[in-house]
């Protein structure tokens, strides 16, 4: 049996492979927003980030933070209940939540906790001695042989100058603050947590 010409031409069946995935990418890509011009708009109010917000957005990027935290809070429950605060629940993360993030880092790993809702959940001078020294926190574990080991595993940003660690943890605090969702001790919801 006699192959086809294009399985002994190595650069017909690139060319083919690169046109199917070209047609993938342009209906998945390029042709939805065309059809649909509300695809990058939000019905809601979306947060607008600040010149020091977008520096700490760089910040995060550059560090490789994406590595070991994710940015979205799945449609599992064991996702809303881990990331949530005081017994709420967080919920689901909207598509509507990243119209204005120039960088999406939904991420896929989860070494570190989910960071979709941590706006407003520590206090800005917590994030300032996590990063310095994240292993010092107090947060330890009990190891099978009864000693206790510090529980986190994120190394400390110690290199970063003042600024840059303003200007991270400014980013931060925005994650999650585009819905209120956090309800304080007399049922009413709140958006600003840090007191």
């Keep these: 049996m006699k192959k ?32 649909d011009h509300t695809f990058y708009q939000s019905p809601y109010p979306v ?55 120039r960088w999406h880092f939904l991420g896929t790993k989860r070494t570190g906790p989910d960071l979709a809702r941590v706006g407003g959940k520590y206090a800005s001078s917590w994030h300032w001695a996590h990063f310095k020294d994240p292993r010092n926190m107090g947060e330890k574990y009990q ?23 303003k200007d991270l943890t400014a980013y931060l605090q925005t994650l999650g603050r585009n819905m209120n969702w956090r309800k304080g001790q007399s049922g009413e919801y709140l958006n600003d947590y840090e007191n």
């Design 4 to 35: 086809p010409a294009f399985e002994k031409n190595l650069f017909l069946l690139g060319m083919g492979a690169f046109l199917v995935f070209s047609v993938g990418a342009i209906l998945t890509t390029i042709i939805p927003p065309l059809v």
């Design 47 to 101: 947060h607008t980030y600040t010149a020091s917000e977008l520096n700490g957005m760089k910040i995060y990027q550059a560090n490789g933070c994406v590595y070991c935290h994710t940015q979205q809070i799945r449609n599992l429950k064991e996702d809303q209940v881990r990331f949530g605060w005081r017994l709420v629940e967080a919920p689901v993360s909207q598509s509507w939540e990243y119209v204005n993030d």
């Design 143 to 165: 190891t099978q042989n009864n000693r206790f080991q510090e529980a986190s595993l994120m190394p400390n940003f110690y290199f970063l100058s003042d600024g840059q660690i």
